[in-house]
């Protein structure tokens, strides 16, 4: 943030003034009478540090925002629903800020940035102030009026903000938990087609098979007899567990409505982490968060990617393979990962391209 070093650099400026002001040196003066009229006073000070402590939230959430090792769409609208109330105004002049009980997001709100032009006072250091808090406000609630579904259901499929508490509209949040229930069920039913269809082949293969073998060979009577009685012990014991597995299977197979039941995890915990270790639990439910989970809320990874691309391809390197230029950038990415995993060798010298072995070993070699 420019705004933000500018503070930083407020004694170094002041004391630059001054030691230009009192030079003797013709050159430095003239620096100095130039550097008096863009000076900022001292009330523009104090306004640029507060300006500073309102606009810092929104530097932590763009970076939060643009990471691309963590999950980062889950947590939009929960930040974003915090950064609109902590500039929610409660002036009861205007209409639009009449309930001061409302804290979340709405779905149907009508506030629209239309040119209002307004005077300011810029000697008035609080009318400033309030009047950028509230245009940074009405800005939030137009252009995040109508949430994401993309991003909701990423919430709601993330352990730690799966209640939904930065959504008031109950309609909203009904239609989210019926779209991830559609979306549960059909996927499960597709899981149900691929487990049964191999199944039901094998089986035919079996009897097949066991059909032939029977007629090709005459098995003995004991034989027969063993197989009879182990099929009709079999019957029997299905006869008598009819109702309790269709009742334990029946309280397992809601996924979702266990998911609910869990308590909401902590701000600190990973949302992929937390899944990994509940994938027994969640066979069905895991593989929905883990699509959702992975979308990247913003494109600043994508743009990176093509940064490094374009700093590896130059006039003098034009000419590079596409197959070697993706493994250049992807060696690049993950270096520190490489190096974490002790991927070169220890008597390997990275820095200086040679290999680090005995002394005596190298003498040796030259005589």
Request: glycine content about 2%; some cysteine; charged content about 25%.
């Amino acid at each position: 943030m420019a705004w933000d070093r500018l503070i930083f650099l407020q004694y170094a400026i002041l004391q630059l003034n001054i030691k230009l002001s009192c030079s003797l040196i013709n050159e430095e003066k003239s620096d100095g009478n130039r550097l008096k009229k863009v000076m900022l006073k001292d009330n523009e000070w104090e306004l640029l540090d507060e300006l500073c402590n309102i606009l810092a939230p929104f530097e932590k959430a763009t970076r939060d925002f643009s990471g691309n090792t963590y999950v980062t769409l889950s947590q939009m609208f929960p930040i974003i629903t915090n950064l609109t109330n902590s500039l929610k105004p409660f002036d009861d002049s205007n209409e639009e800020f009449e309930d001061p009980d409302d804290k979340t997001i709405t779905s149907d709100s009508e506030e629209s940035i239309t040119d209002q032009q307004t005077e300011v006072n810029y000697d008035n250091i609080s009318e400033v102030l309030k009047n950028v808090k509230r245009k940074i406000y009405l800005g939030l609630k137009h252009y995040w009026a109508m949430p994401d579904e993309f991003g909701i259901m990423a919430a709601l499929l993330d352990p730690r903000y799966k209640d939904l508490s930065f959504i008031s509209d109950d309609e909203t949040k009904v239609r989210i938990h019926s779209n991830l229930q559609a979306q549960y069920d059909q996927l499960k039913r597709e899981m149900q087609q691929r487990t049964t269809s191999p199944s039901s082949t094998t089986s035919t293969i079996s009897e097949s098979s066991l059909t032939n073998t029977s007629q090709s060979s005459t098995p003995s009577i004991t034989r027969s007899l063993r197989e009879y009685q182990a099929r009709r012990e079999q019957n029997i014991k299905k006869v008598f567990q009819t109702e309790k597995p269709t009742s334990t299977s029946s309280a397992l197979a809601d996924e979702i409505t266990t998911y609910f039941l869990l308590p909401v995890a902590r701000e600190n915990k990973n949302p992929l982490s937390w899944w990994k270790t509940k994938q027994e639990i969640f066979p069905v439910l895991s593989i929905i968060a883990r699509k959702y989970l992975g979308i990247p809320a913003t494109s600043v990874a994508s743009e990176r990617l093509f940064s490094d691309a374009g700093n590896h391809i130059t006039s003098k390197r034009n000419s590079l393979d596409p197959g070697l230029l993706g493994k250049m950038i992807f060696l690049k990415r993950n270096m520190q990962t490489m190096d974490n995993a002790n991927v070169f060798p220890l008597d390997l010298d990275v820095e200086s391209n040679d290999f680090v072995g005995d002394e005596n070993e190298l003498e040796g070699d030259w005589y």
